[in-house]
């Protein structure tokens, strides 16, 4: 009874390894089946196998179980499509294909991959929208999009993704409003979309980002005002909003922005003066405010900008005297206030300067 007992045991044991490859095996299979591999990079990819955890890009967990947590393909002159059958790796916790030459959409079925705490998808020639089932991502931490071809709007769902820190999308093709779920995002550290077609108002609840350090949404098509909420990010270092349709005042809120170093405002329709506050901006080192209509005198707190390396005011309407105060920037490698109706002398101490 006994020996009969061991007896299946062991054929068990020998009959195993003749079930064949896992099911993380089967999934990436198939998701091979859709992938052009002009350099055999994915050559490895054995059926035989019994797991796949020695394939070129792929890691398991160390544990007895040894799921798929990473799948790393970058930079292996992958085209194709990405397909569905992604959604049943979901122990994943990182998907990089980035730098390859993908095409279709991005699937859906991501959202399933529940554990995912970084995707990168950026570099590639996805088209589409962006899945609104990516909120139901709870750990994602870094979200990757940019250079593809991407178009329709930013999803409402993106709110849901409570982990965010790097969101990244710039020069696609999306548009659309900016979802105000975004200022639920508190972990939301940089947050990156330019060279889109992006239109609408900035919403004010980005404010609520406590943590944003980084607001890029040059080369798109805001309109409306620079709400004033953005003053409440208090982190922010980069405010990149350059060839957009802004109206409105340069809010003086933004002087709260105590941490700013670059502030890129030109090319939009701003209008009324410069506020004064803008000199409680101890850490600038770049302002950006030409081409746009801008009127009133140049306050002389811009002489406390004490790191500023860069002031462009060129192309406004700006009128009365430069300030005096300039001269007290030492590090100022570039003024340019051409364009304007200005009088009165740029102190000598500065060089490099057109007028
Ligand atoms: C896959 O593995 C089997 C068994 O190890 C081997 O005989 C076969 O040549 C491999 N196939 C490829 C394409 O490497
Ligand atoms: C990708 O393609 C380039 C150019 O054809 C080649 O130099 C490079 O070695 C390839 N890299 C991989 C990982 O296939
Ligand atoms: C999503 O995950 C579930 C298990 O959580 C699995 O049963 C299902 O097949 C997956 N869907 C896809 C599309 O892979
Ligand atoms: C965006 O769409 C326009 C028109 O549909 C197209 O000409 C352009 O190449 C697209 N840009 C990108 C980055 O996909
Ligand atoms: C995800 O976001 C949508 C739209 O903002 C919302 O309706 C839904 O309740 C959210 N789901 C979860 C699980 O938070
Ligand atoms: C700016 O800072 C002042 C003083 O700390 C505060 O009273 C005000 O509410 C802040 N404004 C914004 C928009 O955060
Ligand atoms: C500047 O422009 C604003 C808005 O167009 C206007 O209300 C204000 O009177 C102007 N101020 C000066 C000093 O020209
Ligand atoms: C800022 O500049 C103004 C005017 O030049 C000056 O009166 C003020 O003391 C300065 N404030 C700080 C904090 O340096």
Redesign the pocket.
């Known amino acids: 009874m006994v020996v009969f007992f061991w007896g299946i045991l062991a054929a068990g044991l020998l009959i195993c390894p003749l079930e064949g490859l896992n099911s993380d095996g089967m999934y990436l299979l198939e998701l091979k089946k859709t992938i052009h591999d002009?350099?055999n990079?994915l050559g490895n990819w054995n059926s035989s196998d019994q797991t796949p955890c020695g394939w070129r890009g792929v890691a398991c967990t160390s544990d007895y179980r040894a799921v798929v947590w990473s799948l790393n393909l970058n930079?292996?002159?992958l085209s194709g499509t990405l397909s569905s059958s992604i959604g049943g790796l979901i122990f994943l916790t990182l998907l990089d294909v980035s730098y390859n030459e993908f095409t279709g959409t991005i699937p859906k079925e991501i959202g399933n991959c529940s554990r995912l705490e970084s995707l990168y998808l950026n570099n590639n020639e996805f088209n589409g929208q962006i899945p609104a089932e990516f909120g139901n991502l709870p750990w994602l931490k870094d979200l990757s999009l940019c250079n593809n071809k991407l178009s329709g709007p930013i999803p409402e769902e993106i709110g849901n993704l409570s982990s965010l820190v790097d969101f990244v999308a710039y020069t696609n093709n999306l548009t659309g409003p900016l979802p105000r779920s975004l200022g639920k995002l508190k972990n939301l550290v940089t947050f990156r979309a330019g060279q889109n077609a992006i239109y609408g108002s900035l919403p004010g609840e980005l404010g609520g980002c406590q943590r944003l350090e980084y607001l890029g949404l040059a080369q798109n098509e805001l309109n409306g005002d620079i709400p004033k909420e953005l003053g409440m990010l208090g982190s922010l270092t980069e405010l990149i909003l350059w060839d957009n349709q802004l109206s409105g005042f340069v809010p003086k809120e933004l002087g709260n922005c105590t941490n700013l170093e670059t502030l890129a405002l030109y090319q939009n329709n701003l209008v009324g003066e410069i506020p004064m506050e803008i000199g409680d901006l101890k850490f600038l080192k770049k302002l950006y405010i030409y081409r746009n209509g801008l009127n009133g005198t140049i306050p002389r707190e811009i002489g406390n900008l004490s790191m500023a390396t860069e002031i462009d005011f060129s192309e406004n309407c700006l009128t009365g005297e430069i300030p005096s105060e300039f001269g007290r920037i030492n590090g100022l490698r570039l003024l340019y206030l051409f364009q304007n109706q200005l009088t009165g002398v740029i102190p000598n101490e500065l060089s490099s300067l057109r007028n």
């Open positions: 002009q350099f990079n930079s292996m002159n």
